[in-house]
């Protein structure tokens, strides 16, 4: 199974309501909604300098 290509709502469908899902496909769904979940860093501009007045 593909779960890049999986729906959040399909993720979660498989995580938490489908009784039948076997356990590897109910971890891997998991992890995946964890994957989309994690937060981005972010960007510094290190371009701009600081000026101190004189």
Same mark, same amino acid.
């Given at each position: 199974?593909?779960? @890049? @290509? &999986?729906? =959040? *709502?399909? =993720?979660?469908?498989? #995580?938490?309501? $489908? $009784? *039948?899902? &076997?356990?590897?496909?109910? !971890? !891997? &769904? =998991? #992890?995946?909604?964890?994957?989309?979940?994690?937060? /981005?860093?972010?960007?510094? !501009? /290190?371009?701009? @300098? #600081?000026?101190?007045?004189?």
């Amino acid at each position: 199974m593909n779960w @890049k @290509k &999986a729906t =959040l *709502g399909q =993720l979660y469908e498989i #995580a938490f309501n $489908d $009784d *039948g899902a &076997a356990p590897i496909y109910k !971890n !891997n &769904a =998991l #992890a995946e909604i964890q994957r989309r979940r994690k937060r /981005h860093m972010s960007k510094v !501009n /290190h371009k701009i @300098k #600081a000026v101190y007045p004189r």
